[in-house]
């Protein structure tokens, strides 16, 4: 018995792509044969899921996509309180993949049958039990020894004999050979052949283009040429009110992020997550090391050394956008497709409107009898009447003119499952926040968008519709 394995997944690999184990057995035409996969959580080795899997018809391969289990293992990390870095524990799961295989127990006997007391024994290693029901097939179809084919009890048995009952005197030819299977066609279960351990899908979906080019290498961060867990450009615009809290791969050691401003000053901050991934603020309102008054913009990255400034990442950097800074601005922070929650600013007109539900019935008018036996009813009574009144508030936000980059990044605000509103309030003189509304779940209603190319289009600008995610109750 031997198991090849044909493909794995990338030992860190997005969950929301495929995930595609493919396996080869010596044993796949054996009767009833299928591939056994189990899943395993790494860190508590308990078994997350069981599948069985019927060999290709081509080629007889197992083969075994994973990706929709590992997506329900996997979610996403937000603490918008957090101005340093938090393990992200969510944002990946780690898991070990156990092939194996079943089939149809049966043994194969080419040894003469021998007589045990006027009984018919089978010599060949097997794993029978006296009352046992077995089904015996004889190479020439039981023309030789027609008693012997078929259905039968065990007598007896060793493990390396069994008596049948079946009379010696019926058999006519000791050396046919033949085949022995139980009747309920019990099978052989063995697991754990093929072992893969510690691999990692994480919150990501590439695009179908791009995913066929991943490299789990471009994410593991040793040289200046890798990146963050993260689609927003590495030129942005923000303005001082964002925030940013963005994902990245990293050994589970200490290591740091670093801050570079455009007036030379330099920060940095420990990571000392001992998960797969961390989630770093990095945004303009949340880096929490620095003040960006005045500032026109800041790099940073990930270092790799606990001694010495290394650029282990790309540099992303920040542009400070103090274009149209008025009293009071939207911001939507929302989920991209590689697991990091990035912000786009509406610094222009927005308009809020309500929507209200309401269901309506017509009530009979009680009325009454007045002094003169008369009877009548008071004009503030209600014939048709009100209840379960909601309120769903929409906005309608505008975006100030943006890069090619940002318009084509803005369809993950669009796209995404995750979205948060708020609302920011500055001084116009110096640009600082003085206040900012806690974040609100909303969903975009806009269904259609356009992604602007500057060779079509030199000035880009967005608008979407929300609403918010709860509802407002209205008593009565």
């Avoid at 039968?152 to 022995?180: Q, R």
């Avoid at 963050?228 to 050994?251: F, V």
């Avoid at 797969?276 to 960006?292: C, H, R």
Wanted: glycine share 4%.
């Amino acid at each position: 018995m031997a198991q090849t394995l044909i493909a794995s997944p990338q030992d860190f690999s997005p969950a929301y792509n495929p995930l595609k184990f493919i396996v080869d057995s010596t044993n796949k035409n054996n009767t009833g044969f299928r591939y056994i996969f189990d899943i395993y959580n790494t860190s508590t080795s308990d078994k997350v899921a069981e599948y069985k899997v019927l060999p290709r018809y081509n080629d007889g391969y197992g083969e075994q996509d994973i990706s929709k289990l590992i997506q329900n293992l996997v979610s996403w990390d937000l603490d918008t309180l957090s101005t340093t870095h938090i393990a992200a524990p969510n944002s990946s799961f780690t898991y070990d993949v156990n092939i194996g295989e079943e089939y149809v127990y049966e043994v194969n006997y080419i040894s003469s049958l021998t007589d045990a007391s006027g009984s018919v024994q089978i010599n060949v290693t097997n794993s029978f039990a006296a009352g046992d029901q077995v089904i015996i097939t004889q190479a020439d179809g039981g023309v030789a020894n027609p008693q012997l084919e078929g259905l039968h009890t065990v007598v007896s048995a060793t493990g390396s004999t069994f008596v049948v009952n079946v009379n010696w005197s019926t058999i006519t030819n000791a050396a046919i050979d033949g085949s022995v299977t139980y009747a309920d066609k019990r099978k052989t279960i063995i697991r754990d052949i093929t072992v893969v351990d510690n691999l990692i899908g994480y919150n990501a979906a590439f695009r179908w283009t791009d995913w066929a080019s991943y490299d789990e290498e471009n994410y593991t961060l040793d040289d200046n040429t890798k990146l963050w867990l993260t689609n927003q450009p590495q030129s942005y615009r923000m303005t001082p009110g964002q925030d940013a809290w963005l994902n990245l791969r990293k050994p589970k050691l200490t290591h740091t992020v670093r801050f570079e401003l455009s007036d030379s000053s330099t920060f940095s901050k420990s990571i000392t997550s001992l998960r797969d991934i961390a989630q770093i603020a990095v945004g303009p309102n949340n880096n929490g090391l620095f003040s960006v008054d005045g500032i026109e913009w800041y790099d940073f990255w990930f270092d790799n050394s606990t001694t010495l400034s290394n650029q282990d990442s790309v540099k992303y950097r920040v542009y400070i956008d103090t274009r149209n800074l008025i009293n009071e601005e939207y911001q939507i922070l929302f989920l991209d497709r590689m697991g990091s929650f990035s912000s786009f600013a509406f610094q222009l007109k927005n308009y809020e409107r309500g929507d209200i539900s309401r269901e309506v019935f017509n009530r009979r008018v009680e009325g009454y009898v007045n002094a003169s036996d008369n009877w009548t009813y008071s004009t503030e009574d209600f014939g048709f009447n009100q209840l379960n009144l909601n309120v769903v508030k929409n906005l309608d936000l505008n975006t100030d003119w943006m890069t090619e980059e940002m318009g084509q990044y803005y369809e993950e605000l669009m796209t995404s499952p995750m979205t948060f509103l708020r609302k920011v309030s500055y001084d116009c003189t110096d640009g600082l926040v003085v206040s900012a509304s806690t974040y609100q779940p909303v969903i975009v209603n806009t269904s259609t968008y356009e992604i602007y190319q500057q060779r079509n289009k030199n000035l880009i600008r967005q608008n979407v519709n929300v609403r918010f995610a709860n509802q407002d109750n209205v008593n009565g």
